[in-house]
């Protein structure tokens, strides 16, 4: 059995808590909706306003007509979705060979990789500037694209699920119907590693959507993604919190969407990940 | 029947070579097929991420700039201005502060809240899901949205705090106040992930324990230090440790947050060390940012070494 909530008195503090928990969590998201929907004045009001107004469409044409949201938006769908497809891909590649098959060296290199997720990438980043530079990739999205193409992380999280939901048998029984290893990852592995691939995807997904510090560095604002453009739209309009605040909605939107969505799916990999990190 | 499980039984090959070939490609795929397979995760691992690690020590000997192509190898003279940097000891301070602020409260926050969920309650994906929505929302976000709350004049918090007779506080202004404000968005962002990752390992601790504990008659607060926090010890070292790594690298709050500048405020009041580290590579100093860049490497290996060692002793004690 599940252990007891404890007295009715207990059940109620909990959901107090809990209720006060998700208050914090959504009033920011909210504050910036109504903040976004007003005029900038209004926001010099005492007592603030609290509620949505109605000058969010106006505020949106404003955040297109000062920065280019519209190239942000396909840069960074671009971005995203080719690094979380590519991580997808290559992590189960690189899952399968060292979850499943036998080579020389795969303890070694399992060792480094997860070594390797607690490097701090940040740490390497004005060579990997002066790299982009040699290949005048600078300003260009391959700049955020090929360097992000899979990660330790993805391989990790890959080898963990097909070493548990891989049956060897499933790939002894390709092999005898004469499957090359090939063979075997494309009609075998694949279908097996769909959910787990789905939710790294996601993770994936996100986080290239909101990674800030590398694209700064290496974007221009001519040709941003969403943050960059964010950011440019944040420093050079300080007094200007409901034009900043409506980038920020609309930059926030899709991933909120795509969240409320599938939220349990990406909470359940997240979890998942976590226990076996 | 075919004689050699490899083979298709309607595949009989016709010739001695032929089927000396077909064991050849057999033994091929199975011999390098893995190595194919690990290749790509191996090759951008070490393009982007082990070779810059090691070249930024390479560049951080020399005076070097990208403004010339000429990059005077000046051995440790680079560390030795870093060591008698004022500035470099005001972002240590500055990181080791936020650092501390953001992440004890939030991690045990965290634990408790992940306690809190570790029952049977309705709306559990609700509650899970409204966690994680922070970390959802992009640090640049996140920092636009704080900046607003904690404007001095208009903004949310000043406001909450004046009923409580506070007066206008300018977040932006004070070391502690800059801090605390910088923390707030650190914390936000990153409680509710840590509480679902210290409930994935919650759930991982048998049941029957706490049933035992609750016929012995021992509080929720009693089974959350004496059973639940010895169980999860090492997904709590695995946070700990993650989480100070994190803490070390903070960046994109201090450079967004009031001003858009990479001091950090016009005292440096908030400038961390990744910022100090982008501050001169933007004045294209690279040599003098790499040798930042290394120091911070050895302060986070430092940290989290020391953490690790704090987390899995103070777990030891609890037992």
């Known amino acids: 059995m599940i252990p007891r909530l404890g007295s009715g008195k207990a059940r109620t503090l909990t959901y107090l808590t809990l209720i006060a928990v998700v208050f914090f969590s959504a009033l920011p998201l909210y504050y910036s909706v109504v903040v976004a929907s007003r005029d900038n004045s ?87 500037y002066l790299i982009m530079v040699k290949l005048e990739w600078t300003g260009s999205m391959y700049a955020l694209i090929v360097p992000a193409l899979v990660n330790a992380f993805g391989v990790f999280f890959m080898t963990q699920f097909l070493s548990r939901a891989l049956p060897t048998e499933l790939l002894e029984a390709g092999r005898v119907d004469g499957c090359t290893t090939w063979g075997l990852f494309w009609h075998v592995v694949l279908p097996v590693a769909r959910p787990a691939a789905a939710v790294l995807g996601m993770l994936t997904f996100m986080s290239a959507w909101n990674d800030y510090f590398w694209p700064l560095v290496v974007l221009t604002p001519e040709n941003p993604t969403v943050q960059v453009a964010l950011s440019t739209l944040a420093a050079g309009y300080v007094s200007d919190y409901a034009l900043s605040l409506t980038g920020t909605t609309l930059g926030t939107l899709p991933l909120v969407i795509v969240f409320a969505l599938l939220g349990k799916q990406i909470i359940g990999g997240i979890m998942q990940g976590a226990v076996k990190g | 029947m075919a004689t050699r499980a490899p083979d298709r039984p309607t595949a009989v090959p016709r010739h001695r070579s032929e089927r000396f070939s077909r064991q050849l490609a057999y033994r091929l795929d199975v011999k390098a097929s893995p190595y194919a397979y690990v290749m790509p995760f191996l090759l951008v691992f070490c393009a982007f991420g082990l070779f810059p690690l090691v070249y930024t020590a390479w560049v951080s000997l020399h005076d070097w700039t990208l403004l010339s192509d000429v990059h005077k190898f000046v051995g440790l003279d680079n560390f030795a201005f870093l060591l008698g940097d004022e500035y470099f000891w005001n972002a240590t301070f500055n990181t080791v502060s936020i650092g501390l602020v953001s992440t004890v409260p939030q991690l045990l926050l965290a634990i408790w809240l992940a306690h809190l969920l570790n029952r049977p309650l309705r709306a559990q994906t609700l509650f899970r899901v409204t966690l994680l929505l922070p970390n959802v929302t992009s640090v640049v976000a996140v920092v636009v949205i704080f900046s607003q709350l904690f404007g001095r004049d208009y903004g949310l918090i000043n406001w909450v705090l004046s009923w409580f007779g506070v007066g206008a506080i300018d977040w932006n202004a004070g070391t502690a106040s800059s801090h605390v404000a910088i923390s707030t968005m650190i914390m936000w962002r990153w409680t509710g992930y840590n509480a679902l990752i210290f409930l994935a390992a919650m759930q991982a601790v048998p049941r029957d324990l706490y049933e035992a504990a609750t016929i012995d008659g021992a509080s929720g607060f009693t089974q959350l230090r004496k059973i639940t926090i010895p169980m999860i010890k090492p997904t709590i070292v695995f946070v700990v440790v993650t989480s100070t790594i994190g803490a070390m690298q903070v960046v994109a709050e201090p450079l967004l947050f009031g001003t858009y500048s990479p001091t950090g405020g016009p005292d440096r009041q908030y400038q961390t060390l990744s910022l100090f580290i982008y501050e001169n590579f933007a004045k294209l100093d690279f040599g003098y940012a790499s040798a930042i860049s290394w120091m911070m490497f050895v302060f986070i290996v430092i940290a989290a070494g020391i953490n690790y060692l704090l987390t899995r002793r103070s777990g030891g004690n609890l037992t």
């Open chain 1, 42 to 128: 209004a926001l010099a009001d005492v007592p603030p306003p609290l509620w949505p107004g109605g000058n969010f469409v106006a505020n949106v044409e404003k955040v297109f007509d000062t920065v280019p949201f519209a190239l942000a938006l396909l840069n960074s769908v671009l971005v995203a979705g080719s690094i979380a497809i590519a991580v997808m891909f290559f992590s189960t590649l690189a899952g399968f060979a060292f979850a499943k098959l036998r080579f020389r060296g795969r303890n070694a290199l399992l060792l480094i990789t997860v070594a390797t997720m607690m490097v701090p990438t940040q740490l390497g980043i004005i060579p990997l």
